[in-house]
């Protein structure tokens, strides 16, 4: 059996080769003072279920027009009033959710630990079919055409139909022997799927599961499997015909997916991903660095270390900052152009691991104790 590693804290502190429980982790940076220079104003906040717990799970909301669909590990999934945090409707489902809620405007898309996928209608929160896959989904499921699109952790990429909930293709890739615990969620772009594997590879399929190209954002390397890890878990983003994807102990790089052709690569090791925004990709890395690099060949703008292993979320692009949530709850808004802080804001919750979901001058966070929140930054 293959494993399958869980990283909370990074560096590693999970292996020693002694066999001392001495935790050799790097402390989290104590928060510095600064003058806040924008206002963030909370607009309401609603608690929406049980959240993960002592999970690591990134159980992303689901963005839509009016409203957000939110789930906890317990099943319980929720339509919320983006306006004013209000219950729309909500729905038990009895099974212990793990992927978070995928779709779109008419469907709704939960996944459990046991390989359950769920399809609910968006009107009344009703369920539509129940369907079992291979594995367990640690990602939202992403609707393509007729076709539901399911990535689970035994190395499948599997479509299921609108209908019914029926297989239609399976695409399968090998994973390595020790890889992180989760996956990048699926990227859908004009009806194509595109997915960061454990592997270090970004593959790319039609809607009837053809490869349209597998190319390799890292190669690994090292004497032992955890210097090998290299997979895609965090988020990527396209723009332009260019898809940016990172890798943990590996690189960043721009890739052309109109020609499956490297634009350019650099090294840089994240497991949370990257945003963009005018020329800019902004990322926060293993040691919990911020970066901004030119989206034009990699160059770094500037490295900001002041955050340093608080466990950030991927940055969010907000009006001109960047957002990142860590580990104690704190929301912390940073300048895009150079990298200081613009302003904080103690959420008094558990903490963050799904990054915050913007929409023009708001940015709604989802904290690990399921509390809902919806801020407005004013420049």
């Given at each position: 059996?293959?494993?399958?590693?869980?990283?909370?804290?990074?560096?590693?502190?999970?292996?020693?080769?002694?066999?001392?429980?001495?935790?050799?982790?790097?402390?989290?940076?104590?928060?510095?003072?600064?003058?806040?220079?924008?206002?963030?104003?909370?607009?309401?906040?609603?608690?929406?279920?049980?959240?993960?717990?002592?999970?690591?799970?990134?159980?992303?909301?689901?963005?839509?027009?009016?409203?957000?669909?939110?789930?906890?590990?317990?099943?319980?999934?929720?339509?919320?009033?983006?306006?004013?945090?209000?219950?729309?409707?909500?729905v038990d489902l009895d099974v212990v959710i793990s992927g978070g809620v995928g779709g779109n405007e008419k469907y709704h898309a939960v996944s459990s630990r046991d390989g359950e996928v769920i399809l609910?209608?968006?009107?009344?929160?009703?369920?539509?079919?129940?369907?079992?896959?291979?594995?367990?989904?640690?990602?939202?499921?992403?609707?393509?055409?007729?076709?539901?699109?399911?990535?689970?952790?035994?190395?499948?990429?599997?479509?299921?139909?609108?209908?019914?909930?029926?297989?239609?293709?399976?695409?399968?890739?090998?994973?390595?022997?020790?890889?992180?615990?989760?996956?990048?969620?699926?990227?859908?772009?004009?009806?194509?799927?595109?997915?960061?594997?454990?592997?270090?590879?970004?593959?790319?399929?039609?809607?009837?599961?053809?490869?349209?190209?597998?190319?390799?954002?890292?190669?690994?390397?090292?004497?032992?499997?955890?210097?090998?890890?290299?997979?895609?878990?965090?988020?990527?983003?396209?723009?332009?015909?260019?898809?940016?994807?990172?890798?943990?102990?590996?690189?960043?790089?721009?890739?052309?997916?109109?020609?499956?052709?490297?634009?350019?690569?650099?090294?840089?090791?994240?497991?949370?991903?990257?945003?963009?925004?005018?020329?800019?990709?902004?990322?926060?890395?293993?040691?919990?660095?911020?970066?901004?690099?030119?989206?034009?060949?990699?160059?770094?703008?500037?490295?900001?270390?002041?955050?340093?292993?608080?466990?950030?979320?991927?940055?969010?692009?907000?009006?001109?900052?960047?957002?990142?949530?860590?580990?104690?709850?704190?929301?912390?808004?940073?300048?895009?152009?150079?990298?200081?802080?613009?302003?904080?804001?103690?959420?008094?919750?558990?903490?963050?691991?799904?990054?915050?979901?913007?929409?023009?001058?708001?940015?709604?966070?989802?904290?690990?104790?399921?509390?809902?929140?919806?801020?407005?930054?004013?420049?």
């Amino acid at each position: 059996m293959k494993l399958r590693l869980l990283l909370l804290l990074v560096p590693f502190v999970l292996l020693n080769s002694c066999g001392s429980e001495e935790d050799n982790s790097e402390p989290p940076s104590e928060l510095v003072d600064f003058e806040s220079s924008v206002e963030i104003k909370k607009l309401w906040d609603v608690s929406v279920g049980g959240g993960v717990g002592q999970h690591y799970l990134k159980l992303y909301p689901l963005m839509l027009s009016d409203r957000l669909i939110v789930t906890d590990r317990n099943g319980s999934v929720q339509a919320i009033n983006l306006d004013n945090g209000h219950e729309l409707w909500s729905v038990d489902l009895d099974v212990v959710i793990s992927g978070g809620v995928g779709g779109n405007e008419k469907y709704h898309a939960v996944s459990s630990r046991d390989g359950e996928v769920i399809l609910i209608d968006a009107d009344k929160g009703k369920i539509k079919w129940r369907a079992n896959v291979s594995s367990e989904v640690l990602v939202p499921a992403e609707i393509v055409a007729d076709k539901l699109i399911v990535r689970t952790v035994d190395g499948k990429i599997i479509a299921l139909s609108l209908t019914a909930g029926e297989e239609q293709w399976v695409f399968k890739r090998d994973i390595p022997a020790l890889s992180l615990r989760g996956s990048s969620r699926l990227l859908t772009i004009d009806n194509k799927i595109f997915a960061g594997l454990d592997s270090g590879r970004l593959v790319a399929l039609d809607n009837n599961g053809n490869s349209l190209f597998d190319a390799a954002v890292e190669i690994p390397r090292g004497k032992s499997e955890l210097e090998r890890i290299i997979d895609i878990d965090g988020d990527s983003v396209f723009s332009n015909n260019v898809l940016y994807v990172a890798s943990f102990q590996g690189s960043v790089i721009a890739l052309d997916v109109r020609r499956g052709q490297l634009i350019w690569k650099r090294k840089l090791s994240t497991y949370t991903g990257v945003d963009i925004s005018g020329s800019s990709l902004f990322s926060s890395d293993e040691r919990d660095h911020l970066w901004a690099l030119d989206r034009n060949n990699g160059a770094t703008l500037w490295k900001m270390e002041k955050l340093a292993a608080r466990r950030l979320t991927k940055p969010s692009v907000i009006m001109d900052a960047i957002v990142v949530g860590d580990y104690a709850g704190y929301l912390h808004f940073v300048s895009q152009y150079d990298g200081h802080f613009l302003a904080r804001v103690d959420t008094d919750t558990s903490g963050f691991i799904v990054p915050p979901l913007i929409r023009g001058d708001r940015l709604y966070v989802l904290s690990s104790d399921g509390e809902l929140s919806a801020y407005q930054y004013a420049q």
